[in-house]
């Protein structure tokens, strides 16, 4: 059993940075793919960030590129997701998730994944 613990969020001036992290346990991740979602209250989770585990290869929604990059440590069984210049419209849950895909996979839907953090909150007042 696959589990994910996030931390890092919390309140960010738009404009600023924050860091979220995502602890995994559980398992050999050689054939997962890592992604980060976001939901705001009555919504469907938004696909936000992935990542192929073994490859390390990443992609975006295009709303984000540019602004947001994930990353992974192998070492640290720890996946990461850096924001900035965050906008209030950004003001959500921000979950990550895991995904058994096979090799090199890059699923954008939230149906694809099997395993899901808790989530986080991260506030951009306006």
């Known amino acids: 059993q696959v589990h994910l613990v996030e931390s890092g969020g919390g309140s960010v001036q738009a404009g600023g940075s924050l860091s979220l992290s995502c602890s995994i346990s559980g398992g050999a991740f050689s054939r997962y793919t890592m992604g980060w979602f976001r939901q705001a209250p009555g919504k469907e989770r938004e696909f936000v960030a992935g990542?192929?585990?073994?490859?390390?290869?990443?992609y975006y929604a295009d709303s984000v590129k540019g602004r947001i990059t994930i990353s992974r440590d192998i070492t640290k069984n720890t996946v990461y997701l850096q924001m900035n210049s965050p906008k209030p419209e950004e003001t959500h849950v921000y979950h990550c998730?895991?995904?058994?895909?096979?090799?090199?996979?890059?699923?954008?839907?939230?149906?694809?994944?099997?395993?899901w953090g808790q989530g986080n909150q991260v506030t951009v007042p306006s």
């Open positions: 998730a895991a995904a058994y895909t096979g090799f090199d996979a890059r699923p954008s839907t939230a149906g694809k994944y099997d395993y």
């Open positions: 990542i192929t585990w073994t490859t390390n290869s990443a």
